[in-house]
């Protein structure tokens, strides 16, 4: 399996920088389309992001272009090819694994919804837990993980379990045939050697590069290297 942080598009490899980039493109575009704008150039666009005209058609040029010269880009369907390179459209369904502060918290966010993925239950092994509903969604006992997989699609599930569970239960979710895995443990998962690809996400190391953002600007001497 190739390394689950580049992709292949008609033969050629894209680049993580530019994976990385397509998410923000998406976010912006939404916004503009949600404001009534019909098009844009690569340069306005740039101001926005902060990323340079000539990197925004590299960009997009992996994927197609999109664009004309002297017209720019039509807002709603760049908006609608990034959608679909990102598989918004998949109708994509996920459920969260561990019922815990952070997996309340991502049930109560429009982050899934925006992009296309519908939550479609919670599971935990807490018996307090086990049996009852968080919004419109069913709390089930881990132990019926397997059992709910094979009667329902999912797609891909959300990892917020403590980080001591989370190799085993993500090799277990990969042996179930979940396409993929968003982890939020804090354990760096390789699930290289399945067919299951993996974002772990570590809110903490934002956060620090953030106090180091901060401490940098007062006292700038210090953070030279």
Aim: aromatic share 8%; proline share 3%.
């Amino acid at each position: 399996m190739e390394e689950l942080t580049s992709e292949k598009v008609k033969g050629y490899r894209i680049s993580p920088a530019v994976i990385k980039r397509l998410p923000r493109y998406f976010r912006y575009l939404r916004e503009l389309k949600e404001a009534g704008r019909m098009r844009i150039s690569s340069g306005e666009l740039s101001k926005m992001m902060n990323v340079t005209a000539s990197q925004i058609r590299q960009d997009l040029n992996c994927f197609g272009g999109f664009g004309q010269q002297g017209y720019g880009y039509n807002v709603k369907y760049l908006y609608g090819k990034i959608s679909e390179i990102l598989g918004v459209d998949e109708g994509y369904r996920a459920i969260i694994i561990g019922a815990g502060h952070l997996g309340l918290a991502l049930v109560g966010s429009p982050m899934f919804a925006k992009r296309g993925i519908t939550l479609t239950a919670l599971f935990d092994v807490a018996p307090s837990l086990v049996g009852t509903e968080f919004g419109s969604l069913h709390i089930y006992s881990t132990d019926r993980l397997a059992d709910y997989i094979a009667q329902n699609r999912v797609d891909l599930a959300v990892l917020t379990l403590p980080r001591a569970y989370a190799k085993e239960t993500a090799e277990k979710l990969a042996e179930l045939g979940i396409a993929g895995i968003l982890n939020f443990t804090n354990v760096e998962l390789d699930l290289a050697h399945t067919n299951t690809a993996v974002q772990n996400v570590h809110i903490g190391d934002a956060l620090m590069q953030l106090t180091y953002k901060m401490r940098a600007a007062q006292k700038p001497d210090d953070a030279e290297v």
